[in-house]
């Protein structure tokens, strides 16, 4: 998913780093609704593991490659807006120190990732969560579903980018192909660690989780009630 320099044109390499500034601000001014004391070691926590998760890529023809997101997990754990902040850092340090994505379309894989990816698989996970049972046992398969979703979104969302402004010799039909197919079976793998990783944690510290919160407290109303039965 990592777009390199020289894949899209100037016209539209900018425009996608004026997206990604503005979608950064924003989100730092969402993360002060966001973080706590007990959330912002989580929200460390989960950029090593997006770090680690992206830094393995594997071809997927046309040019491209492909790697987990980790955006939905981490929106889910966290919240959008700190999410956004965490893959932003992690694409950076991937630009500046391991060359995984060019620096000039730095403002591309931040739209793609840290913005497409985290908000629209974080949608996707509140409409799967306001659909399914009002319990917390109900969170990570919400976030499965996202995470599913967020991955062929963004790679949708490339493919769009390189229609208007693709600037490398790649064949578009040949590149879509690629892009969708490759990535909804990344999705599959993408939902399956997604829905570990956050029922590990609802499971034991449902309070941690800013996707699991309004439903733990939820839960606890209920398991008082039963008590009082």
């Known amino acids: 998913m990592h777009v390199p320099d020289g894949f899209l044109d100037a016209t539209t390499s ?29 929200a460390g926590l989960v950029a090593v593991f997006v770090f680690a998760a992206q830094m393995l890529n594997f071809p997927v023809g046309a040019g491209t490659s492909g790697h987990l997101l980790g955006g939905t997990l981490a929106a889910v754990l966290v919240g959008p807006a700190t999410a956004t902040l965490c893959l932003t850092v992690v694409l950076l340090i991937q630009a500046l120190a391991f060359a995984d994505g060019g620096l000039s379309a730095l403002g591309t894989n931040v739209t793609l990732m840290a913005l497409v990816g985290v908000w629209a698989g974080y949608a996707v996970f509140l409409l799967a969560r306001r659909v399914l049972p009002r319990r917390v046992a109900s969170v990570p ?89």
């Open 141 to 229: 398969v919400a976030a499965a579903v996202g995470a599913f979703v967020s991955v062929p979104a963004a790679a949708l969302t490339f493919t769009g980018l390189y229609a208007v402004g693709g600037a490398a010799p790649i064949d578009l039909s040949s590149l879509a192909t690629a892009m969708l197919g490759w990535h909804s079976l990344i999705g599959l793998g993408e939902a399956a660690i997604t829905f570990l990783a956050v029922g590990a944690i609802t499971a034991t510290r449902p309070d941690l989780v800013h996707g699991a919160r309004a439903l733990a407290g939820v839960q606890d109303l209920e398991i008082r009630e039963g008590v009082r039965a």
């Open 14 to 42: 900018l425009a996608t780093a004026a997206t990604a500034v503005a979608g950064v601000g924003l989100s730092l001014r969402g993360a002060r609704r966001e973080l706590s004391d007990f959330a912002a070691p989580l």
